[in-house]
């Protein structure tokens, strides 16, 4: 099986940086994504990492590290905009994308 | 609009009926996803297709659920004899690589 676990809530203020720390359990690893929810909408896409490294895509950036199970979500110069939740899956070969519960991030100003 | 797409979006119903659900994925996108969300929480895997093969159910997926995906196109979610316990948000979403494409899920209430 699959175990994700992710910090139920965080709070920030604009402007700042914060990282949403995501570690994962699973067998046959096949890439671990990272997706934004806003209250009441669908999640959509962020990032995708397959390799070890860190991955950047503007204000964004993910992090995975395959032999210690971890990943983390960076989240640069923050608007009030990026409150939302955020939701950390894991891909296991030739099967589904499996969720963790997701963190809700607060920013304040 | 290319965007994956359900119906309905929302959805009352009263405990003990059927009610059926369908998602409509992006064009060639040969997987598709059905989970279902509750507050707070994250997607939580139903069940998945690849063309119109039914790959994987979870097994938290009762016998009152079935799902089909007849020619690889649309899917349809049936939940029968609704209980209180169904409600929640069901969302579909679609691939034809690494990233899920979602739509905007089917609200299901059940009194």
């Known amino acids: 099986g699959q175990n994700i676990d992710q910090p139920t809530e965080m709070t920030a203020t604009e402007g700042a940086i914060v990282q949403i720390n995501c570690t994962y359990q699973?067998?046959?690893?096949?890439?671990l994504f990272w997706y934004q929810q806003h209250a009441g909408e669908a999640p959509t896409f962020l990032s995708y990492n397959v390799l070890d490294g860190l991955e950047e895509k503007g204000r964004f950036s993910s992090f995975l590290s395959r032999s210690k199970g971890y990943s983390y979500l960076l989240l640069k110069e923050l608007q009030m905009k990026d409150s939302a939740s955020y939701l950390c899956a894991v891909n296991q070969a030739g099967t589904a994308l499996i969720f963790g519960k997701g963190t809700t991030l607060s920013v304040s100003s | 609009d290319t965007g994956v797409s359900q119906d309905p979006r929302h959805k009352i119903t009263k405990r003990g009926q059927n009610v059926t659900f369908r998602c409509d994925p992006i064009s060639e996108h040969n997987r598709l996803y059905w989970y279902r969300q509750t507050l707070g929480q994250g997607p939580e895997f139903l069940t998945y297709?690849?063309?119109?093969?039914?790959?994987?159910k979870s097994r938290l997926l009762s016998d009152r659920f079935s799902a089909e995906r007849p020619k690889g196109s649309f899917s349809t979610l049936e939940i029968q004899r609704t209980e209180q316990g169904d409600s929640a948000m069901y969302l579909c979403a679609s691939t034809a690589g690494p990233e899920a494409f979602f739509g905007q899920g089917t609200r299901l209430t059940v009194v």
């Open positions: 297709f690849q063309n119109e093969a039914q790959l994987e």
């Open positions: 699973t067998s046959g690893f096949n890439g």
